[in-house]
């Protein structure tokens, strides 16, 4: 991280350097070119070479006076190929204007890992990536919709507090352990208080979505605006080359970020949710073996049985993987890697819960007697063998499949796309519309980051997926056996007591291709992100205002490219730029306060059922 910082330092620095050394501005140039063809004095340029506002040559020397700009060999010839300079004044104005109020607002991302180092890689991920950070935070709105949605109706024991428990967990890297353990869980009376105080501790880190933080956001948002109105009025009197309406622009997807993230209010806390599941599994219960001690039979604690000392029903992903590290680590953005193995646990516990629930609507008790009336605990105990009946039946679901989650991934691939492309892809509409109209350096430059950050975004899936298809083949052997890809011989078992696939060359595989992928992702989003930054400041300093940039020679070819170096009031081509920049404005904004109401009216899923609403 320090070297990326100082890298970036190093370029703008030398990028200031550069730029102070370039001779006068193209004003003075012009100027020149005028004098000399009127005087037929020129050398290297003629009439031809001076252009109207269309980009047009000039054919009589009587019309020399009315060039706006000239051609691009022309102003090679005449002004050279170095970087024209801005005043030191206005570079100060245009950053603390457009740039240092977005990264003031990076404070507000949701940070909580176990170093500082995993959430300065966070930002970096959310900067060089945004694709990423949009796509994560879709996915945990979703999420939570998706996983209320599947329990509406679902009426038995802490089922609700299950709920929140299952949308608190989501930064949290999960695994489940023996399903005699969550059975019990689901179905023993003593067990709901585990629920609730699992729910109850997480939901103690609060709501960040708070009356100071709307504030902020607020005056970031209108002085975002106040300067936009500003620049509007200014366009004539300020170099346009310089003008920082397209940084605004491309910059609006970290607003639209920060404030879902506040809106949402992860648990990202590693340390806090660590402590309160420990906390919640010192209570859990499990079913005894037999009938011998009926006192037993609505549960025994785990702490106090020897066997169980080591497992619990939800446990930490603690051992050092390195396949696993971005599911490790608690900043939301990386709920990308998470989203498959969260999807897979809770579709097991909401089975389980579901199970449960028609057993009850069906006057079914656990240990498989007569239902009492009067004492649903009793009903709700029995043995570790008759929990597991009561939660599963004989339908199968396989447990690498998503089923209904097709659409909700579709939508967060969708909502991430149109963030960053709404957003970047309108700071590349104002550099298109602004004379000389079409394709140069620094739209370039936007189009390179933009198409980066996509590209890092679809290693970064890929590596997820397949990190979850080898977790599926290791994955404990106790839920393995429900799966018919699995082979159940005792050949299939390795060292660790863990089911695999027939194919462990397959498996191998795709755990290498997982990692690689995953590191030239982050080491693209790195790059991304240091070049963005610097890219939104040395624009401003004058290091893309030259003959190649200014010409579009990119978009136009050397042959068609010219200089427009005079924009004025009233013109067809200022009145291009002023509805360009416009359309540019509302593009980026529209963009990031479409996704941040979706993601506002998605947070309002429906409630389940009360539990205590069925007899």
Not at 58 to 80: E, F, H, P, R
Not at 208 to 220: A, D, E
Not at 367 to 386: E, F, K, L, Y
Request: aromatic share 10%.
């Amino acid at each position: 991280m320090r070297f990326c910082l100082t890298v970036l330092t190093l370029f703008c620095i030398l990028s200031i350097s550069f730029a102070s050394e370039a001779p006068g501005k193209f004003e003075g140039c012009l100027k020149t070119m005028i004098r000399d063809v009127k005087s037929q004095n020129a050398t290297g340029y003629g009439i031809q070479d001076l252009r109207d506002d269309d980009g047009k040559a000039l054919l009589n020397i009587s019309q020399a006076d009315t060039a706006t700009g000239m051609s691009y060999s022309s102003c090679i010839v005449a002004c050279g190929d170095q970087s024209h300079t801005t005043s030191w004044v206005e570079v100060g104005q245009q950053t603390g204007a457009w740039v240092l109020p977005s990264l003031a607002i990076i404070a507000q991302l949701p940070f909580g890992a176990h170093s500082s180092l995993d959430d300065w890689i966070a930002v970096i991920l959310t900067l060089g990536c945004p694709a990423l950070a949009a796509y994560s935070l879709a996915l945990t709105v979703l999420n939570g919709q998706w996983i209320t949605r599947r329990f509406d109706g679902v009426a038995f024991g802490a089922a609700s507090d299950a709920v929140r428990c299952l949308r608190s967990l989501q930064q949290t890297p999960i695994q489940l352990g023996r399903k005699s353990l969550l059975a019990s869980l689901v179905v023993l009376p003593r067990n709901d208080r585990y629920w609730n105080t699992l729910a109850d501790s997480l939901d103690e880190q609060g709501n960040t979505w708070t009356v100071p933080v709307i504030i902020s956001l607020g005056w970031v948002a209108i002085a975002y605006l106040l300067t936009i109105s500003i620049s509007f009025t200014e366009l004539v009197n300020v170099d346009v080359s310089v003008n920082g309406l397209a940084v605004g622009a491309a910059w609006c997807f970290l607003l639209a970020i920060v404030a879902g993230w506040l809106m949402v209010s992860p648990k990202s806390d590693a340390r806090r949710n660590a402590k309160c599941l420990r906390e919640a599994n010192a209570i859990a219960h499990i079913a005894p073996e037999d009938e011998s001690e009926p006192s037993d039979l609505q549960g025994i604690c785990l702490e106090h049985d020897p066997s169980y000392t080591k497992h619990r029903a939800f446990e930490l992903i603690e051992e050092p993987d390195i396949l696993l590290l971005d599911q490790m680590c608690s900043q939301p953005i990386y709920n990308y890697a998470r989203f498959y193995t969260w999807t897979a646990i809770s579709r097991q516990v909401h089975q389980y819960y579901r199970n449960a629930h028609f057993q009850r609507f069906n006057s079914h008790t656990v240990h498989g007697g007569m239902p009492d009336r009067h004492d649903d605990a009793r009903n709700r105990s029995g043995t570790i063998s008759q929990v597991i009946e009561y939660c599963e039946d004989d339908k199968f679901t396989p447990v690498d499949s998503l089923g209904g989650r097709y659409e909700d991934w579709v939508i967060a691939c969708g909502l991430a796309l149109g963030l960053q492309w709404g957003t970047i892809g309108s700071a590349i509409l104002a550099f298109v519309v602004t004379p000389t109209t079409g394709l140069g350096c620094r739209s370039l430059s936007y189009l390179i980051y933009g198409s980066v950050a996509t590209l890092a975004w679809i290693l970064f899936l890929i590596s997820g997926w397949l990190a979850f298809k080898v977790q599926l083949r290791t994955q404990p052997n106790d839920y393995a056996r429900s799966h018919p890809k699995f082979v159940a011989s005792s050949s299939s078992m390795d060292t660790t007591g863990k089911s695999t696939y027939a194919h462990p060359q397959i498996t191998a595989f795709y755990r290498f291709l997982s990692i690689v992928l995953r590191r030239i992702a982050k080491t693209l989003t790195t790059i991304n992100a240091m070049g963005f930054v610097a890219i939104c400041f040395i624009q401003f300093t004058g290091t893309f205002n030259k003959c190649y940039c200014n010409s579009s020679v990119i978009g136009r070819g050397a042959d068609h490219a010219f200089n427009l170096v005079l924009l004025k009031t009233g013109t067809a081509a200022m009145r291009h730029m002023t509805a360009g920049l416009a359309g540019s404005v509302v593009l980026s904004f529209g963009c990031g306060a479409g996704f941040a109401s979706f993601l506002r009216f998605r947070l309002k899923p429906k409630r389940i059922s009360d539990p205590h609403s069925y007899a």
